[in-house]
Structures are given as C-alpha cells and as structure tokens.
C-alpha cells in the first residue's frame, strides 16, 4: 500500500510517500524558517498562506522522485493536530482534496506520534517496548512505547520544551530564530568552567522538566556583562546553557530506564538532531556498570524535525494494523490541542 503524508503543523511543509511493503520511496519539504525570521518567530498566518503555495509543488516533486502517477497513491495521512489551526486546515484540505479527486481514503495522524515513530525509519529500527524522548520545539516528554498508539506518559515539561528553552536562550544571546542549532554550534567553542548553570529538578525524584528557570539564569548571566557580549562571551554563556540542559535530559532518561527496566531508548523531535545530547545519550547508554546499560536509538537526522516522512509511515503504520482506519468522509476537522493520550492502539 503507498501512503501520501502530508505535514504542516507548523512552518514546515513535508510531503512523502512511503510504501508499507517497500519503504520510504521519496519525500520532499519546504522550511520556512528563513520567511519567519525577521519576525523572531512563527507568524501563524503566514505560515497558512505557504503551505498553500508549497504543498502542490512538492505532491509533484515526491511523485516525481518517486516515479509514481498520483493515481497510485492508496490512501493520504494528514496531519490533523496538534499545531497552528490555519497551518493544519492547510494540510488537511489539500489531503481531503485530493483523495476526494481520486477516490482514496484519508486518515488523520497526531503530529507527536509521527515524531515518535520516526526512528522505526531509521536504517537500524529499534523494536517495541521502548522509552521515547520525545524533545521538540513544542514538546518535552518521557514516554514508555509498546507498540504503534499504546503510549504511557513517564513524565513531561512543567513549562517550556527543551526546543523552546534552546530558542529562548539563543535569542538573549542575539542569534537568529531558531537558535537551537546555533547555539549548540557556538557552545563548542565555550569554556565550561565561566558559567556553570542550575540543573533544573534533577533530584526531583519523578520523570518531570523544567526549564524556564534556565532562561532565567542564562538571561541573568547575559546581564551581567557591562558591556555587549564579545563572542567568547557568547559561547560561554552558550557552553553553560548546553551543558545544563544536556545534564538534565540524560538523567532523566537515565532515571526512566531504570524505571522501566527497559533496555531501548529512542530520541525523537528537532532537539534529536542535537549533536552534545547525543555524545552524552550514547556515553550514558555505554555505561561502565553493564547493568545500567541500554541502546540508544535516533531518527535520520533530517527526520528529527518536521516532514512529511513521518506522517506517511504512521499513517501506513495504522493503516497496516487497521484497514478501516481508512475513511471516505472528506469532512475534515483538525486539532490543534490534541493530548497524545486520546490516541487508541493500531
Ligand atoms: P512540536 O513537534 O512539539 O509541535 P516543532 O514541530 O516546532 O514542535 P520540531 O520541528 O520537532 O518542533 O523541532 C524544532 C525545534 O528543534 C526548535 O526548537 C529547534 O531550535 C530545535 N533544534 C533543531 N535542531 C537542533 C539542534 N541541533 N540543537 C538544539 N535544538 C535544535
Ligand atoms: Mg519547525
Ligand atoms: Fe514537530
């Protein structure tokens, strides 16, 4: 069966077709960081009006790449929530569009659920039961995962995600939106030692996160300065900001391994891509004691923040599991809050 998905959740625009006999065949995405930048941030409203414009150019490109003629196309999985109400609509109408046109089923698919899934794309899929990081720029979650929709909430973010968190702090450091992969970049070259940061509820003895109270100490740092910051400054005060957010999140991951008993981790979302979280996820899982060990698992790196990939393969994923999942009610609704937990098992 070939599955189209379509994401536009947010200020991505991903679209792909994956096989469930043979694969991945082709995707296809349009960021429109660069678009929103001069504005800090995302602008919901223009971030409608693109998806509008990318999503028939890239149905294109993906069919294309794939060598397939739309009317080849079994069934279409959208994105249907969570995510900006006017950007989903976008989504959701182009895939209820098109299947109308061809007579195709469509199915709705919860955006954190194709982050979750995304590492099974991987060239070395991890196998079910697993604990999910689940770290993106909306999100912060530890989940135990035992197959497609059977998901148990471990323990999340009392305030902002860790992406979140990432952009925040790079923004008090003056570099552009969103600053996650900047800020990592200028760490690098920080002195450790210059600003040693609070490890937010690390003894907190639960599965739970914190991270505006970092911002805070970062924002309290960057005060300090008489001055503007020279740039070891900035990567100073970038190393610190790193090194405590990156502390936090392998302990707690840590922690939800010991919990569980489980011996699989899984890191998904755009903070995935993180290249200090992942030396220090892969030291952690490589432990000296062999009874703390565990292996750790990540999503091709292009496949760490949004695209379409992973919307095809949930949506083929369920589709496998329950065929009448497939619907041909073309009345599309999306839900741009949509607790994971409302989800039911494939
Ligand atoms: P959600 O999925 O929760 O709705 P989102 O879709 O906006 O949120 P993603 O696309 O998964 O989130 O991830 C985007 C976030 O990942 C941004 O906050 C970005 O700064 C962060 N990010 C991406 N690459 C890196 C990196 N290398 N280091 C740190 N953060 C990164
Ligand atoms: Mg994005
Ligand atoms: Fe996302």
Not at 81 to 87: R, V
Request: aromatic share 6%; hydrophobic share 40%; with cysteine.
């Amino acid at each position: 069966m070939i599955v189209l998905g379509i994401e536009s959740s947010c200020d991505e625009t991903g679209l792909a077709l994956y096989d469930t006999e043979r694969g991945l065949l082709a995707h296809a995405l349009h960021s429109q960081i660069a678009m929103h930048r001069e504005y800090g941030g995302v602008v919901p409203e223009l971030a409608s009006r693109d998806h509008v414009r990318r999503a028939l150019p890239l149905l294109s490109e993906v069919l294309s790449k794939a060598n397939l003629d739309k009317k080849q196309i079994d069934a279409i999985a959208f994105t249907e929530g969570p995510g900006l109400a006017g950007a989903l609509l976008v989504g959701s109408s182009v895939a209820c569009g098109l299947a109308f046109a061809l007579n195709k089923p469509v199915i709705g698919i919860h955006h954190l659920e194709g982050h979750l899934l995304s590492p099974l794309l991987a060239s070395r899929p991890p196998e079910f039961p697993f604990v999910a990081l689940l770290v993106s720029g909306g999100h912060t979650q530890l989940m135990r995962v035992d197959g497609v929709g059977r998901y148990e909430l471990l323990g999340e973010t009392l305030d902002d995600a860790a992406g979140e968190a990432f952009d925040k702090s790079a923004k008090l450091l003056g570099l552009d939106y969103p600053g996650g992969p900047a800020i990592s970049k200028l760490a690098t070259t920080g002195n450790p030692e210059v600003h040693v940061f609070p490890r937010p509820m690390l003894h907190s003895k639960d599965l739970n996160f914190s991270f505006s109270g970092l911002k805070t100490a970062v924002l309290t740092a960057v005060k300090k300065y008489p001055e503007t910051l020279t740039e070891d400054d900035k990567a100073n005060v970038a190393r610190g900001f790193v090194d405590a957010i990156v502390d936090v999140l392998v302990a707690k991951c840590q922690s939800a391994m010991k919990q569980t008993g489980l011996k699989r981790l899984v890191i998904a979302g755009g903070v995935g891509a993180n290249q200090q979280l992942r030396a220090a996820l892969n030291a952690a899982a490589n432990h000296h004691n062999p009874k703390k060990r565990f292996d750790v698992y990540y999503p091709e790196l292009e496949f760490c923040t949004d695209n379409g990939a992973m919307i095809a393969f949930a949506g083929g994923m369920r589709l496998k599991a329950n065929p009448n999942l497939a619907t041909y009610n073309y009345s599309f609704n999306v839900r741009p809050r949509w607790p994971l937990s409302e989800l039911s098992a494939a």
